[in-house]
């Protein structure tokens, strides 16, 4: 189909993959940044007026694929498709930043999920959400339910 | 990093990619299915209870990249990671759909804009939005200011 590439990496807090908040209302609000490879920071032309990006990345700490798992925050197990496992066919990840400013190759950016090191694939702007009332979540929706019914 | 292989492909109305809407206000509201490989059915188990999926895919009747290109609804040139351009470092495209049934390794969606044939990378459940008065949708939101000028 075609050869992935980084066209650049991720530098994050995180060193390992433990300290990465997981699960039901895990926060992502830590900051980092996405530094581009030189070759392509011409790519990011007129990308400081959006707020908010798509970054596409690789999770390249993993190998292989479950096609059910237990995600951390539930007991029983689910589809991948339907998880954010990275133990996936194609181990491609995606994450909302939040844009808080660029310099140069290098954009400094909210809502980092990813190791240090991480290769970055691909950017997109972020242009329109679905409304909230609009979601169904499923079997997250069970589980926060029960929680919530436990409390 | 890996070779990236379809979990399925998409089944669309779209068979050139002349007809699919582009640009500003295009709305993309038509039917279409996921057809996922049956070697990957296991995978969607409870993925029938989410509203909205991302589907990752790839472009695959895209060749090469421009690190700035003139989208369609603009005569002014902006870096590739500012624009959804298929002429990308990376052939990954990202779109959001509706779910609207499952039947054993077919999903039926609304929101395609993939032609037919389409190879599907990944699927992965939609679980929250930014709020769009959060949004700033750099130089997209000009033109609709410009042309809503002329008007």
Redesign the interface.
Known sequence: ???????GYIRSPYSEASKIPKGLGAKHDVEGELE?LPE?E???????????L?V?W?F?RSDGFD??GRPPCDDR????????SPR?????A?T?VELLGRRGNRLRVRGVDMLDGT?I????????????D?????????VEARKADTK
Chains 1, 2 share one sequence.
């Open positions: 189909m075609f050869t992935p590439r980084a066209i581009i392509f011409q790519g990011l032309l007129d990308i400081d007026g959006f707020s908010h798509y596409i690789c390249d096609l059910c197990a689910h589809g991948v498709f339907a998880t954010r996936r066919p194609n181990p491609i995606l909302v290769p694939l691909d950017i997109k702007p972020y242009l329109s959400s679905i409304p909230e609009h979601l169904r979540r499923g079997w997250l929706a069970e």
